[in-house]
């Protein structure tokens, strides 16, 4: 069984910055990519942030220049930080990862349960 666990989300005004942090646990082999979805009320979710296992990444041209995804693979956790918030970032946050949990068992995608960002003054 494999859990994402998301943390880090609130409220902040604009201009403003928050750190969103998940962590996977559980029966893990090995993470391919990981990635943050964000999801607004009455939209569909869309792909904000994605880093691969070898570092790459790729993000929402309307976070570029913003929000910055890193990850620790040594504590399978990957990171979101996200700065000059607009009101338009205002969404739940998900955390997605590609895992495996054993070495002849195919990678499936696992997500987190989501955390609030709410920005506003």
């Known amino acids: 069984q494999v859990q994402l666990v998301e943390s880090g989300g609130g409220l902040v005004q604009p201009g403003g910055s928050l750190r969103l942090s998940c962590a996977a646990s559980g029966s893990i082999f090995s993470i391919n990519a990981m990635g943050w979805y964000r999801q607004a009320p009455g939209k569909q979710r869309e792909l904000v942030a994605r880093i691969t296992s070898g570092g790459s990444t790729n993000y929402a041209d309307s976070v570029k220049g913003r929000f910055t995804i890193s990850r620790d693979n040594a504590k399978n956790t990957v990171y979101l930080q996200m700065n000059s918030l607009e009101p338009e970032d205002t969404a739940v946050y998900y955390c997605?990862?590609?895992?495996?949990?054993?070495?002849?068992?195919?990678?499936?995608?696992?997500w987190g349960q989501g955390t609030q960002v709410t920005v506003s003054s």
């Open positions: 997605q990862g590609i895992i495996s949990e054993t070495p002849i068992a195919t990678f499936r995608i696992y």
